[in-house]
């Protein structure tokens, strides 16, 4: 749970990174001539990288959704933890059941024995009964004993499911009420259930927002095939004169148009609509695959 708390912090940090946006730069020097009007020469250049086509848009978006499937990831391992527990203290609890059974077992097999034993003692024989008896008290005692060492590993799961010692569940009193008294079947509504169920599918969310990201960091490598523009106005001062200037710099696209990464985001992206999409018609779910095309 610390390491999935963690990484969803990370992927938060990273929505603030990706929404962060270029920082202005400034340049500047100073120089000397010999022409004795003003022999100084100052300058300063500034620029602004602007980006274009919605690629901080699409960066933001990409890390959202990354930080949407990390803390679905939380709640995934929370489950999970949630789940050992649960099948842990099951466990646990049938063990506890079993040598209890076992331990009345046992009183009543030793009762039986010692009966046929005073019974059968004055003819000084032994009597078939009473040698069953006996056998019969010795298998109890070996159940009772399994069933204790059943109980210990219970209970050694249950403390590593939970993340503490065994040490901790010294003294513990471990039940279950109504374990044994489910609830009826129309109890539980199958429309209902339903409805809950596609709600809360973990995985189904988990994809989807897998999705979502591939899709937007498609769009991010699609825009970037739209270069960025550079503004990089500036000042100077030369033979007592004030010179302002106003650039505009791009990258042609004259060579290549970032159709590699392109075309490495856009099979990940299809895979998971396609996945996405069975996986929703295999189970009948209702799953809003709107952007899916």
């Not at 603030?16 to 920082?23: D, E």
């Not at 010999?34 to 919605?54: V, W």
Request: aromatic letters at 6%; a positive charge; one cysteine or more.
């Amino acid at each position: 749970m610390d390491v999935a708390r963690d990484n969803a912090a990370a992927a938060a940090a990273a929505v603030q990174t990706a929404a962060m946006k270029p920082n202005l730069s400034v340049s500047g020097g100073a120089g000397y001539e010999t022409a004795a009007e003003s022999p100084f020469l100052i300058a300063f250049d500034f620029s602004l990288p602007i980006e274009t086509a919605g690629k901080r848009g699409y960066r933001i978006a990409e890390a959202t959704h990354f930080s949407d499937l990390s803390r679905i990831k939380i709640a995934e391992t929370a489950w999970a933890v949630r789940s050992q527990v649960r099948a842990a203290l099951v466990n646990l609890v049938f063990a506890n059941g079993t040598l209890r059974c076992c331990t009345a077992r046992k009183q009543r097999r030793a009762i039986l024995s010692i009966s046929f034993k005073a019974a059968f003692a004055p003819a000084k024989f032994r009597s078939p009964e009473a040698t069953t008896a006996r056998i019969d008290l010795a298998n109890v005692r070996q159940a009772v004993r399994t069933a204790e060492g059943q109980v210990e590993s219970a209970r050694a799961v249950l403390a590593a499911a939970i993340g503490i010692s065994l040490s901790g569940l010294a003294g513990e009193t471990h039940a279950w009420p109504g374990l044994d008294t489910p609830p009826e079947p129309t109890a539980l509504p199958a429309q209902g259930m339903r409805a809950a169920t596609v709600a809360n599918r973990l995985d189904v969310q988990r994809a989807l927002a897998d999705y979502e990201a591939a899709q937007s960091h498609l769009q991010l490598e699609i825009a970037r095939q739209y270069p960025d523009i550079n503004l990089s106005p500036g000042y100077a001062f030369e033979e007592g004169a004030h010179l302002v200037s106003l650039e505009l710099g791009v990258i042609l696209p004259l060579r290549n148009r970032n159709q590699g990464p392109t075309r490495r985001s856009r099979s990940p992206a299809q895979d998971r609509r396609r996945g996405v999409a069975r996986y929703a018609k295999q189970r009948e779910l209702s799953v809003d695959l709107r952007n899916c095309g």
